[in-house]
């Protein structure tokens, strides 16, 4: 989607005033009320977005840092499920001194609504450790898996996080990289914000808040903008206080104004996206499928695929699940393709997150790499 993005950059005039500080504070005149009105066509809110409940920073990771340090105090956490994104644990942690703590979750059942079991005793547990759990992350849709979670299973987060005086963070980046996948007869589930939920019965709307930005679905991720949705006038306050050291740059603010303002060429550039990233997971999986490599199947949102290596891992005897994951990294990056290993954090020893969204040409030469590393391996 690069080209389509150029092509835009290309048209946008970007006056003086931009490169004024001004201009940027707090997203600049304009750029709130743009998001506000792109997740009022797409989100579908119970209540309509305004531009008072939008904060602007440079990108979510920032806001992440700005929630574990508005939200947490040092040395508490935030609960979420597993697999989850490793970095999660960097942008919580780092400068805020906020632990991430994972339930004990797996793949094929994070996104039933029982999923509520496991976090209970997660905080039950942390509770008798003395660790103070502030909130619970949810990343819809899910990264690494690629699926979105149902609305009956956002419903029993929103009534826990009631029952616990949780905040919920939901990380929406993804929300609108969701396509339709041709290689299922099966309905998949659609994205649902945790925005499109009445909660005045369930759950003080103060603890609800979306983090969304355009690095995912707008391909920009050098433009480093991000924004949090929320009703909480303390937190924003809170945020907003702290922005300073995490704002967008003015030519940023500039840029990114004019692709939400631009409503046509957002709806087009979105069903684009959607289009190609179906066709690069029908390419991705044929390569898998060919391989004889397992994957979590019946993606369909994001950029990427949960596959499973375990069987290529060295024997049990030659170290921990973690130990033997790196040793299966480093012969793929001797054949030259890359996969982290224990980034994700899964139940499940030998599973990676495998993302496909580059070039067709640079797939298939990883996949190619991949089959070979994989076809040879000796230990």
């Not at 005793?121 to 899910?142: C, D, M, T, Y």
């Not at 702290?242 to 500039?254: C, E, K, N, T």
Request: net charge neutral.
């Amino acid at each position: 989607m690069r080209k389509e993005l150029e092509e835009l950059a290309n048209k946008v005039h970007i006056l003086g005033d931009a490169f004024r500080y001004a201009y940027c504070t707090a997203g600049g005149p304009r750029l709130p009320t743009a998001f506000a009105t792109h997740m009022n066509e797409y989100f579908s809110p119970h209540k309509p977005i305004t531009s008072d409940d939008v904060k602007i920073s440079a990108a979510a990771t920032s806001l992440h840092h700005v929630l574990a340090y508005s939200l947490c105090a040092p040395g508490e956490a935030i609960l979420t499920t597993r697999p989850y994104y490793g970095r999660f644990e960097l942008d919580f942690g780092n400068e805020a001194g906020v632990k991430l703590v994972a339930a004990d979750t797996d793949h094929e059942t994070c996104f039933d609504a029982s999923v509520v079991d496991a976090l209970e005793k997660k905080v039950v547990e942390s509770q008798k450790r003395g660790l103070k759990i502030r909130a619970l992350l949810i990343v819809n849709p899910h990264n690494p898996l690629g699926r979105c979670y149902p609305r009956s299973t956002l419903l029993a987060f929103l009534f826990f996080c009631a029952k616990y005086s949780l905040h919920l963070i939901s990380d929406e980046i993804y929300a609108l990289s969701v396509f339709s996948n041709p290689t299922t007869n099966t309905t998949p589930v659609p994205f649902t914000s945790i925005l499109s939920i009445p909660t005045s019965d369930i759950i003080d709307s103060n603890l609800v808040h979306v983090t969304y930005g355009l690095s995912k679905d707008f391909a920009a991720a050098g433009l480093k903008i991000g924004a949090l949705i929320t009703r909480n006038k303390a937190l924003r306050k809170a945020v907003h206080a702290v922005l300073r050291f995490h704002g967008a740059s003015g030519p940023s603010v500039a840029l990114a104004t004019a692709m939400l303002e631009d409503r046509d060429w957002c709806r087009g550039f979105i069903e684009l996206s959607r289009e190609r990233i179906a066709c690069a997971y029908a390419f991705v999986t044929a390569r898998l499928d060919s391989m004889g490599v397992g994957y979590f199947e019946g993606g369909n949102a994001g950029f990427f695929v949960w596959a499973d290596l375990s069987m290529y891992l060295p024997p049990e005897e030659r170290g921990s699940g973690f130990e033997r994951e790196c040793m299966l990294a480093e012969k793929l990056v001797d054949g030259g393709v890359f996969l982290h290993p224990g980034e994700e954090h899964g139940m499940r020893t030998g599973w990676f997150r495998v993302v496909y969204t580059m070039e067709e040409r640079v797939v298939e030469e990883g996949m190619r790499r991949l089959g070979k590393v994989l076809g040879c391996i000796q230990w």
